[in-house]
C-alpha cells in the first residue's frame, strides 16, 4: 500500500453496517479500505445484540428452570455462575471476530486498524497514511449517553454492564427505552433487586400504548419496582461502593449496588473531520442525509445510528448499507431502503415487537373511520401450565373496507420468532381476510394472529 493508493470505496466504522457495506461493494469488484480501530463488529457483536442475547437467553433458561420445579421436575434453581457464562459468551463472539476477518481477507477487503478522519478526496489515518476514496461511508454508529447530573461517574451506562461479573444485589435502571426494559429484565431474572426510573408515564413510548401498559404489569410481576414520571436529579457516594439515588422528590430510602444509565445514545461524529470538508450535521450531532443515503457533500455517504434517519437498529444499517451499494456499484440506480415497516423486538421476558403503525399513528393517517382494531390477552400454554398470571397481548391494526393490516404488535412468549413472518405480509400488503384464509397451528401463540376477529 503506497500514499497513492485510490479506493472505490473507503469506509469509516468496522460495525455490522460499514461491514456489510463493504462486503457488498467488493462483491461487485470494487476496491474497498475499511478503517476500524476498535473490535470487528461495533456495538451490535461487541457490547450490543449479541452479548445483550447471550444474557436473557441465560435469563430465560433460569425462568424455564424455575417452571420445571413447578410442573414436576426434579431440578434445583441456582444462581447463575457468571463468570463461566461469559467464557462461553465471550467465545462465541470470538467466533464472529474470526469470521469477519476470514471474509474481510477472502473479499480482498483492504483492514486498517486506526482511526480515520475526512478530508478532501478521502480519508487520513491516525498513522499518518492518507487514503484517496471515489466514495467514503462514514459507518461510525453512536455510543452510550451519560446525563450531565451531579455524580453521574458513579454509575455505569450499556457498555459497563457488559462488564460485570456477577449479578448486583441492589440495581437502579434510569431510563424507559429499550435498553433499559431489557436490562431490567435479565438483572431481575438472575438475581437482583431492579428498580426501574422512568422519567416519562410509560415504558416505550414509541410503541402501542396497550403493549406498553401490559408489559410494565409483567415487570412488576417478575418483581422489578417502577417508579414513573420521576426525574433522578443526582447520585451520592453511600460508602463503599454502594450509591444513592436522588430524585426529584428526594433521595431514596435504600442505597444501590449498582446504578445503570439506559438515557439513550450519542452519534460517534466527534473529531471525523465533517466541519472541514463541509458535511452537514443536525442538532443532535447527528450526520444529515437523504433518502438515499448521500451526505451535503457529493461521494460521501452515512448509514446507521450516526445519522438520524430511520430506526437505530443493526438490521437497519446492514439494509441501508447494502442498498447503497447496490447503487453505488450495482447498476442498480434506484436502489435504497425503505424505512417503512421495519418490524424491531424489544427482548423483555416475554419479548414485545412492532412493525407497522401503531393504532394512534393510523388513525391520524387514514381518519378514525378507516381504522379497525383487533386485539386479544391471553395466558400462553406453558404459563398456564404453571398457573402463571402472565399474559400475551397481539394486537392488530387494519385500514379501509379490505382491512388491510397496517400494524402487528405482539407482546409475550416467542412474540421475537413469531413477528418476522407477519412483518413479511404487513409488507406484502395483507388483509384480514388473508389472515383468516390462513389455517391456524394450534396450539401455539402465533394461532391467535389469524384467529383475530
Not at 463488529?41 to 447471550?54: M, Q, R, S
Not at 453505488?328 to 424491531?344: I, K, M, T
Request: proline share 5%; aromatic share 6%; with cysteine.
Amino acid at each position: 500500500m503506497t500514499q497513492d493508493d485510490t479506493y472505490d470505496l473507503i469506509v469509516i466504522g468496522g460495525g455490522s453496517g460499514g461491514l456489510a457495506g463493504a462486503f457488498r461493494a467488493a462483491e461487485y469488484g470494487a476496491s474497498v479500505a475499511i478503517l476500524e480501530p476498535g473490535e470487528l463488529g461495533g456495538t451490535c457483536v461487541n457490547v450490543g445484540c449479541v452479548p445483550k442475547k447471550a444474557m436473557w437467553l441465560a435469563a430465560e433458561i433460569g425462568r424455564h428452570i424455575e417452571k420445571a420445579a413447578t410442573l414436576g421436575f426434579k431440578v434445583q434453581s441456582e444462581a447463575l455462575d457468571w463468570q463461566e457464562f461469559i467464557v462461553h459468551r465471550q467465545r462465541y463472539i470470538a467466533g464472529i471476530h474470526d469470521s469477519y476477518r476470514r471474509r474481510l481477507e477472502k473479499s480482498g477487503i483492504m483492514r486498517i486498524p486506526t482511526r480515520g478522519t475526512l478530508v478532501p478526496g478521502g480519508v487520513h489515518c491516525e498513522d499518518g497514511l492518507d487514503l484517496k476514496g471515489r466514495h467514503v461511508l462514514i459507518a461510525t454508529g453512536g455510543r452510550p449517553h451519560r446525563p450531565a447530573i451531579p455524580g453521574a461517574e458513579l454509575g455505569i451506562d450499556s457498555d459497563g454492564f457488559f462488564n460485570l461479573c456477577a449479578a448486583p444485589e441492589r440495581v437502579a435502571i434510569i431510563g424507559g427505552g429499550y435498553v433499559a426494559v431489557e436490562l431490567a429484565g435479565v438483572l431481575q431474572a438472575l438475581g437482583s433487586q431492579v428498580e426501574l426510573f422512568v422519567r416519562g408515564p410509560c415504558l416505550l413510548q414509541s410503541f402501542e400504548r396497550a403493549l406498553s401498559l401490559q408489559l410494565a404489569e409483567n415487570l412488576r410481576q417478575s418483581g422489578i419496582r417502577l417508579f414513573f414520571e420521576t426525574e433522578v436529579t443526582a447520585l451520592e457516594r453511600a460508602g463503599g461502593d454502594a450509591v444513592d439515588v436522588m430524585t426529584g422528590t428526594g433521595r431514596m430510602p435504600a442505597p444501590y449496588d449498582c446504578v445503570i444509565f439506559a438515557t439513550g445514545r450519542t452519534p460517534n461524529t466527534a473529531g471525523l473531520g465533517l466541519e472541514r470538508v463541509g458535511v452537514r450535521t443536525g442538532p443532535t450531532g447527528h450526520v444529515e442525509v437523504d433518502a438515499r443515503q448521500d451526505t451535503s457533500v457529493q461521494d460521501i455517504h452515512a448509514i446507521g445510528d450516526v445519522t438520524a434517519l430511520g430506526v437505530d437498529l443493526t438490521p437497519v444499517a446492514i439494509a441501508a448499507a447494502r442498498r447503497l451499494m447496490d447503487r453505488l456499484f450495482g447498476g442498480q440506480p434506484e436502489a435504497r431502503l425503505d424505512y417503512a415497516n421495519v418490524p424491531s423486538v424489544v427482548f423483555s421476558h416475554p419479548p414485545m415487537g412492532s412493525v407497522g403503525l401503531s393504532e394512534k399513528e393510523a388513525r391520524a393517517e387514514h381518519g378514525d373511520d378507516a381504522v379497525q382494531v383487533f386485539s386479544t390477552t391471553f395466558r400462553p400454554m406453558l404459563s398456564a401450565l404453571a398457573d402463571e398470571s402472565q399474559h400475551s397481548l397481539f394486537k392488530l391494526v387494519c385500514v379501509g373496507p379490505e382491512r388491510r393490516v397496517v400494524g402487528v404488535h405482539l407482546m409475550g412468549e416467542s412474540a421475537d420468532e413469531i413477528l418476522q413472518g407477519f412483518a413479511v405480509a404487513v409488507k406484502l400488503g395483507a388483509t384480514l381476510d388473508d389472515l383468516h384464509d390462513t389455517v391456524a397451528i394450534h396450539p401455539t401463540s402465533a394461532e391467535e394472529i389469524v384467529l383475530l376477529r
